[in-house]
């Protein structure tokens, strides 16, 4: 057993020698074929980097020859450029020699203009004291003569330039202006205005008075607080009158009342519960109403709030036109009219139909009703340039479109057509008082009349105070005050007239 182990050792002993001597071997061997390996790659090496050299050495030499070439080439172009600036430079020079040589001659024409100038202001001076002189008059005194005898006659000149083409201008406008106009009013062609809004109630009897009133008054008391309105009961036979600012709560108010006489029951718990129901029933009249009015002028997109005031109009007249039928015939005149100028027409109508939006609330505000329509739509981001019509069209602000022009005229063509509106005796007596008083204001003028329902005044002047050119000036001043202190429909005609008589008599 002992034998055999030892055997076995020795075997491995044996076996680990031999194993170690061979894997020595090979590793020398491994190295010698690696170093065999680093000289072929060391020799190939070198052969590459001495090929590299050569081809870095021909580049190099290939670069060189280029630059040569091109540094020959600059050298002839800097030559080129040395000798054509040589060339400038002597050009240069003989140039300003020349410009001294004529300044020079400038110096002497000036030396000699200056001697001549010295000689014709003496030779001025002279024959101004000559004429001094001759006339006993100084040069300010002639000055001031000639002037004024300059400006009468430019004056002069100038009147008559004017009244020519003011009979021209007026000639052309009025055969257009009517021709246009009768194109708008015949293609529009709305009805005569008829109607008034009244705020009297009819009544079966009058013994419906009574039960109106109340015991102790305490129906009609509760009617107009309810209402906001007034209600008059006189001496006119079944009838009373509702009387209030407000059109539409005078309307709302005429309703009720009428409602509460036929229904019979007239008390203050009925007389209120029937105003609120003839309130919203109202309310829907007007939005109807307002909406109508767009669809019937053909303006689209439109702000339900702005719809809404609009159609408030309905109650509302001016001169006993209805002002929301006015609205829409404006807006259709406006459209007539813009369409022949070649103007925007959608901007023309929507100017026409809200020009008076300002009226269904000039009772509730201070200011204008233009100033108040203007503001109102401009909340709703209305065009500007509608905005501005409705702001001018009674000339209280700037005109700044065409289309404002065209919505001014529209208005005055609606209100001024035959049939279009009533006046008042009172009202007309009025305004032609206001007409002569505006003439009668004025230097030299003797006597006024104003005639055709105030549609023309005519002026009689003293001929000592005023001649033929202040004659014209006259008439158009006086226009111009009527047009800022006065409000009409139409135009009106001023007329200046001055008579000179010469009376003699032979004895």
Known sequence: MTENMLTITIATLVGISLGYIIRHLMVQRAIAQEKIKAGEILSEAKENARDIEIQAKDKALEIRQKADVDLDRRRKEMNKEDDRLQRRRSELDRRTDKIEQREQKLSKRQSSLDKRANQLDKLHEEAMEHLQNISSMTEDEARKILLIEVEKEAR??????IRQ??????EEGDKRSRKLIALAIQRVASEHVAEITT???PLPSDDMKGRIIGRNGRNIRAFEQA????VIVDDTPEAVTVSCFDSVRREIARRSLAKLVLDGRIHPANIEKIIEKEAKEVDKVIIEAGEQAFYDAGVPNMNKEIIKVLGRLKFRTSYGQNQLNHSVETSKIASVIASELGANVELAK??????????????????????????????YKVNPVVVNAIASHHHEAEQETVEAIIVEASDAISGARPGARRESLEQYIKRVRALEDIANSFDGVNQSYALQAGREVRIIVRPEDIDDLKATRL??????????TMQYPGQIKVTVIRETRAVDYAK
């Open 199 to 201: 705020s009297t109630v």
């Open 350 to 379: 929507a100017g026409g139909l809200l020009h008076d939006i300002g009226k269904a609330m000039d009772h509730n505000l201070e200011g204008t009703h233009a100033n108040i329509g203007a503001e109102f739509v401009s909340r």
């Open 227 to 230: 209402a906001g309105v007034d």
């Open 475 to 484: 008439a158009r001043d006086i226009s111009k005050q009527i047009e800022e």
């Open 165 to 170: 083409i003011e009979a021209e201008a007026q």
């Open 156 to 161: 002069g000149d100038m009147a008559r330039i």
